[in-house]
């Protein structure tokens, strides 16, 4: 029984060709869990299906052994980081990090002993007044996380999250993000296309190539074990 279950969970968008097919898997508690593929390989669709955003055509999905097929997406207990961050233009980085608690109706309060928290785990607390045009973006990056931190939701999806960062900040914010995954015990869902990534970061990984899954293992297993020939190129294993 894992955190999340998916239990033949398929998707189409418009009847003619599933875009994900007859996915089985099982998520567990605490585990950091990546989703490689190609572009189009329909990772972000898995994505926003565990969060609400999209619907289900066919299979069962379960978060925290509830049933949540059609639950909305606020009652599932999560929080989301998206690609291109999402933050809003006119509000400050304290507003921003804040915007989702306001919207759970946590106190005030507790409001601030969480900002104050998180910004100093993230090392914002310098920023909080500024606005997100006033950033650069590994400190955009950072609000980002921050608001999805500071939500205390058990599990957390992230879609590429670093895809728009150079190089150096990524390999910095790959570590970050283990560390405070680590330290706060979430459960993570984290999307890339990136074979480095998933590699140094995944507890576990799942390749995904045109809607199906083609191999659910431990880094070192895909690596060692490519399950075909499509594993074994994109992970880029001797074999
Ligand atoms: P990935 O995140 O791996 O790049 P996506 O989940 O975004 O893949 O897309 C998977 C497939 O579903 C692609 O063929 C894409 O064109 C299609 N797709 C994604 N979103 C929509 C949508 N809203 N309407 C129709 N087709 C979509
Ligand atoms: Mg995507």
Redesign the pocket.
Known sequence: MGQVELMNISKS??KQKN?LNEINLSIEEGEFFVLV??????????LRMIAGLEDITAGTLKISDQVVNHLPPKDRNLSMVFQNYALYPHLTVEQNILFGLRAKKVQKEEQQLRLTETAAMLGLSSLLKRKPKELSGGQRQRVALARSIVSHSPLCLM?EPLSNLDAKLRANMRVEIRRLQKKLGLTMVY?T?DQVEAMTMGDRIMV?ND?KIQQVGKPITLYNEPANVFVASFIGSPK
């Open positions: 968008y418009d875009v593929g190609p572009s189009g390989s329909g990772k972000s669709t898995l879609d999307v296309h995904l809607g």
